[in-house]
């Protein structure tokens, strides 16, 4: 089969191109701006790109068009289409699929899926489970948004005898022509809901929605599946109170398991009793929940929970979570940058709370956090959020917002944080202010779900002018 998919370099129709490729289709695509990493994995494998979405593309007579939830049937300010091949292929009533069926209709079909849902955290405990079963020699297939560093790719079709397949399972809609959530496609068999709440404000009116597109994915679990649930979310409660037909293993405050200990060196319980134990290089609550959630899920396919735990030891993360992207020495002590796809204010204010108890805790409480962020997602571009920023930078010593492009006032939602916020517009004055305040022992944390216009790089070499490298 020949696929062309429209919008191939997003993480997702990127990974769709990845499997589809390994299972012998060819497959070409076309994006905007056809951008590294995604680009430069695709050409490794021989996808042949195209700049634009050009009419032209229907010339290459794929036997199915993918498309991605980046097209639209949107026009330009003259009137014409901003998308036209999408028109071509309407007009010439040709084959057409979003991401979602054709992964579920060519890869996911009679496999055992393990789905990831929720607000936070989808990547990383994708990761987990994925790395899990890997270990306890399971070679499951897996896609996920974002590159493990166990793996290095974003996905795999696996070689598992049990056919097991592990996905980042997203609530946002699938296409323009399918406005249901992504996961509804995916039909899990164990599903991780780990938490829920407001967001993707460009497609969502209210909370009430998004629990209701959580619940279709509750009812297409079986009764001989496993619905792994965050037990402190009210929001997932509601969720399962519509009605749950499936094995129920809740996670956290008031669930079956829980973690017992520091954030870097716990005790799994289930029920009470002690099954497991966690020791990694990991921080944060976020991450514990994280990994209580995939030890869960994977004991679900015969993995013990022991083992589990002993597996997460030498997991290693994903990139763009918590990221070293490099030191500066100066007088005697380092200036660490990192970078972070937090981009949701509870994401921002628990990826800095996570970052100062680990600081805390090793008994560097005198180090500074500086958080450097640009609010790229819809869901923030649209201001919807903008009365939370000073509640999720509240770990943060210094905050400095990147504005550019945004249709609010980003220095009147930080006036709350006075002198502790600045505001720049473009990229080279916001380096320009961070390397200002910067000192030694301070921890530059840049958060985004884009590329942030290379901050990081620029970061370091401009405090490289001021310091020896490391």
Not at 187 to 206: G, K, Q, S, V, Y
Not at 269 to 294: D, F, I, K, P, Y
Not at 424 to 450: K, Y
Request: charged share 20%; net charge negative; proline share 4%.
């Amino acid at each position: 089969m020949h696929i062309h998919i429209l919008g191939i370099c997003g993480t997702f129709m990127g990974g769709v191109a990845a499997l589809a490729r390994e299972a012998g289709h060819r497959v070409t695509g076309c994006d905007a701006g056809v951008y590294p990493p995604m680009s430069d994995q695709l050409r490794s494998l021989g996808i042949e790109l195209i700049e634009g979405y050009g009419a032209d593309q229907m010339a290459l007579r794929p036997d199915v068009f993918v498309i991605g939830n980046v097209v639209s049937r949107a026009r330009l300010a003259d009137g014409t289409p901003k998308f036209p091949l999408m028109e071509a292929i309407l007009d010439a009533g040709a084959s057409y699929a979003s991401g979602p069926q054709w992964l579920a209709e060519h890869v996911l079909q009679g496999r055992h899926v393990m789905a990831v849902a929720g607000t936070h955290g989808k990547t990383t405990t994708t990761s987990m489970l994925a790395w899990i079963l890997e270990r306890a020699g399971l070679a499951p297939g897996f896609l996920v948004g974002g590159v493990p560093l166990d793996f290095g790719v974003s996905a795999r079709l696996g070689t598992s005898a049990r056919k097991l397949f592990v996905i980042e399972a997203d609530e946002y809609d699938t296409a323009f022509f399918d406005k249901r959530s992504k996961f509804v496609h995916y039909r899990p068999r164990t599903a991780i809901l780990n938490n829920l709440e407001f967001d993707h404000a460009d497609i969502f009116d209210d909370l009430a929605a998004i629990e209701r597109q959580f619940h279709h994915l509750v009812r297409i679990v079986p009764g001989t599946g496993r619905v792994v649930v965050n037990a402190t979310e009210d929001s997932l409660q509601r969720v399962l109170a519509q009605g749950c037909w499936s094995e129920l293993a809740r996670f956290g405050a008031g669930g079956e398991w829980q973690a017992h200990g520091p954030h870097d060196a716990f005790d799994v319980l289930r029920q009470g009793e002690r099954v497991g134990r966690v020791e990694w290089a990991l921080s944060g609550l976020h991450n514990q929940m994280n990994a209580l959630a995939a030890i869960a899920a994977a004991e679900h396919v015969g993995v013990a929970p022991a083992e589990a735990a002993r597996f997460l030891a030498s997991f290693r993360n994903v990139r763009r979570r918590m990221e070293l992207r490099g030191t500066v020495a100066r007088d005697g002590a380092a200036i660490t940058v990192y970078d972070d796809f937090a981009h949701h204010p509870t994401a921002i204010r628990t990826t800095l709370d996570g970052l100062r108890k680990k600081l805390d805790a090793d008994g560097h409480q005198d180090e500074r956090i500086l958080a450097a962020f640009e609010p790229r997602s819809n869901t923030m571009k649209l201001g919807t959020m903008t009365a939370q920023l000073p509640w999720s930078l509240e770990a943060a010593d210094l905050a400095f917002c990147h504005s550019g492009g945004l249709e609010w006032d980003a220095a009147a939602a930080l006036a709350p944080m006075g002198d502790r916020a600045q505001v720049a517009g473009a990229i080279e004055p916001l380096v320009a202010q961070i390397v200002a305040a910067a000192r030694p022992g301070d921890h530059i944390v840049c958060m985004s779900n884009g590329g942030f216009g290379g901050v990081h790089e620029k970061l370091l070499s401009a405090l490289r002018a001021t310091g020896a490298a490391e």
